[in-house]
């Protein structure tokens, strides 16, 4: 199977291209390449006894070597005396049947459909800059004018968006046949200015104008063609390729520990994702082996969403372990199938090897790495459409620890799993070990059916969720004076439901009021995470921010614990949850209204900005003085553990060492409060507050 790049969106802008073009300067005539790299092409274009008007020709040496293997029937013109005299002198005694003549190519003296063939090496790229491209298609309509049926305009070309787009539209208008080859790249010097691929437009002019454009694109001289369907398809191909052998460009003449440089590889026919590479180099004094220059890392799948490898630090962590020059981390994607670890070598192969680093011996081999030697699993069981949150699938996965996980995805972001929950079969939840899911086991598929299994309400997968339960803490669950003393609880964001059905099951007297805006995502939860609402566990669908504003509007009801689980739909703010709108001061002021004298906000912040992240926490502070937090390790996420009252740092400092006999009575309330005989909850309280700290 065949690839084709996608990269990264810095190159995907008018504005960067536009920019690459102005800087070729006037060394670009070399980029087309001579005889010898564009033969292929030409031979499978051009017969040998055609008629060829070469237009442009320039004095470029390919007429003369066309004409030395066989081409005689060759007509050179261009606008310039000067060339056109040099070029007769240079050839009057060698090439006596090759002649050059001054004619300007928009107006030229020949009969229409005298030529087989019109032969152009760079003249389009520069005539298509003059008067607003009224020059080149002056040009284009006189080449269609001189060509017979069948005939073809073939065109050396460097591509730039403009040109290709006034070329290809002007022949699509006039039916005919459009086919476009990037040439593979030579070998090139590094001192090379830049780096591009160059093309061969191929126009065939037809006795009747096709009805549908034919549009296709072709790599290589020799690549099947790919069809495409508009002429907007075909300048995205183009751009993909140029983007392609600049990052190579970039990749082959430096390396740079800081940049996360990434492709997508996208199956030929389908044109679908199936492998993301993302480039790690060392950084700059390391000491890494002679031999260690290149590898490549294939995640396994179901793990891509780990923080090791879709975290920039993360991913400099593995290669550090790895310790090699250059690390390509490789992911696969959803809806692809992959056979075993030997085909996904085979078919990465042939284009690795255009990211490994400078300077790289020939003969160097290049060893694949992964985690546990084989290529993971992954099934996919759901997959539906939300209004508010875009496509959805819900797939189960095996992890690195052996154990199977069920997760809630919402493709806008791909790389973030929304919820997850540990599965287990039936009437055997919650027996398993203690999770350690950093722990390398071979991952091949199970042989338990999906309808086999059950989601493990005692296993609590993200480790926020472990913090938020383990803050009630600090309101005394489960110590001996807080026997039989209710619990009541308002969790903003429900997900797969995991968080509030942990809070029913295991902690005493708990009532739970869970609001959440999207009603799929309450389907998802009762029909793939087990979902199971009842009178101590309710559902409010609707706004979390309409409903405090109701709820403190009406009165009369107080909450232990109200907590914000709420992903932020946002991704160009720096903060992924919450949303900005729930730590704003007045709806922090209505949260602190609808507390008891003891209870605690819980928040779940996920904030890359270190400005918006001070911002929030003075915020949270002018209302909730008394604020612990706990970093969540490997992940961007802290838990903010909040409570009202005057002394706040003092009274922070007074409640840490309350904590530990606190966090006691709260594991064995958990424990002792199982509602069922197949579960218990593995949460570890203690280990879980040590790491408190006073903001």
Not at 220 to 243: C, F, I, M, N, Y
């Amino acid at each position: 199977m065949s690839l084709l790049p996608r990269t990264a969106e810095e190159f995907s802008s008018a504005e960067y291209w536009e920019r690459f073009f102005k800087k070729r300067g006037e060394k670009a005539f070399e980029w087309y390449g001579d005889y010898n790299k564009l033969c292929g092409v030409l031979h499978k274009y051009i017969k040998v006894q055609d008629k060829v008007l070469v237009v442009g020709c320039g004095n470029s040496e390919l007429s003369e070597q066309m004409y030395d293997v066989g081409y005689k029937h060759l007509t050179n013109i261009d606008i310039s005396e000067t060339v056109v005299n040099h070029m007769n002198q240079r050839n009057a005694e060698r090439r006596p049947g090759l002649t050059f003549q001054q004619v300007d190519a928009t107006q030229t003296p020949y009969e229409e459909a005298s030529y087989q063939a019109a032969l152009d090496k760079g003249t389009l790229d520069a005539m298509a800059s003059e008067e607003e491209g009224a020059l080149a298609r002056n040009m284009l309509a006189e080449v269609a004018r001189v060509l017979s049926v069948g005939g073809r305009y073939v065109c050396v070309t460097l591509a730039q968006e403009s040109v290709i787009k006034l070329a290809v539209e002007h022949f699509v208008q006039l039916g005919w046949a459009v086919r476009l080859h990037c040439l593979q790249e030579e070998n090139r010097s590094v001192e090379d200015s830049f780096a591009l691929p160059v093309f061969v437009l191929v126009c065939t002019k037809f006795r009747q104008p096709m009805p549908l454009p034919i549009l296709e694109m072709c790599l290589g001289e020799d690549g099947a063609p790919t069809r495409l369907t508009k002429v907007s398809d075909l300048l995205s191909a183009v751009r993909e390729h140029q983007a392609y052998s600049v990052l190579k460009k970039r990749l082959r003449t430096s390396t740079d520990a800081s940049s996360n440089l990434s492709l997508t590889l996208c199956h030929t026919k389908t044109g679908l994702p199936r492998y993301t590479l993302t480039v790690q180099d060392c950084p700059p004094g390391a000491k890494v082996p002679r031999s260690n220059q290149f590898a490549i890392f294939i995640v396994p799948q179901g793990s891509e969403t780990a923080w090791l490898y879709s975290s920039s630090e993360g991913r400099r962590q593995l290669a550090a372990s790895a310790n090699f020059r250059r690390l390509v981390i490789v992911a696969m994607h959803r809806n692809q199938e992959y056979t075993d670890m030997q085909d996904v070598q085979s078919e990465l192969s042939p284009m690795v090897m255009d990211l490994a680093p400078p300077g790289m011996p020939a003969n160097q081999q290049v060893p694949f790495l992964s985690v546990g030697g084989d290529l993971g699993w992954r099934e996919e069981v759901s997959r539906g459409v939300s209004e508010l949150s875009g496509e959805y699938c819900v797939e189960n996965v095996k992890g690195e620890d052996g154990e199977l996980y069920r997760r809630l995805v919402f493709l806008s972001n791909a790389a973030l799993v929304q919820s997850e929950s540990r599965l287990a079969p039936l009437n055997t939840a919650s027996v398993h070990k203690k999770k350690n899911k950093k722990k390398a086991k071979p991952t091949t598929a199970p042989t338990t059916s999906s309808s086999s299994l059950s989601v493990d309400s005692g296993f609590l997968c993200c480790a926020h969720h472990e913090v938020m339960v383990a803050g009630l803490t600090m309101l005394g669950v489960g110590t001996p004076q807080n026997k039989d003393v209710p619990v009541s609880v308002l969790l903003v964001g429900l997900g797969g439901g995991g968080l509030p059905q942990f809070l029913r099951d295991f902690v005493p007297n708990v009532t739970v009021e869970v609001v959440e805006l999207d009603p799929v995502v309450m389907q998802v939860a009762n029909e793939w995470f087990g979902f199971r609402p009842d009178d101590r566990l309710t559902v409010t669908l609707g706004d979390g921010l309409e409903r405090i504003c109701a709820l403190e509007k009406q009165g009369g009801r107080l909450f232990d614990a109200i907590m914000f689980d709420v992903d932020n739909k946002d991704s160009t703010v720096g903060m992924s949850c919450p949303p900005a709108a729930f730590v704003e001061t007045s709806i922090l002021q209505k949260v602190n209204s609808l507390l008891t004298p003891i209870g605690i906000f819980t928040l779940n912040l996920v904030c890359r900005d270190s400005v918006l992240r001070k911002s929030v926490l003075e915020r949270v502070s002018a209302v909730f003085p008394t604020i612990l937090s706990r970093k969540i390790e490997g992940e961007v996420n802290e838990v903010l553990l909040c409570s009202h009252g005057e002394d706040g740092t003092s009274k922070a400092a007074s409640i840490l060492p309350s904590l530990n006999q606190a966090g006691k009575s709260l594991q064995s309330a958990l424990c002792s409060n199982r509602t069922g005989p197949n579960s218990s909850p593995h949460i570890d309280i203690a280990e879980l507050i040590k790491d408190l700290k006073i903001e």
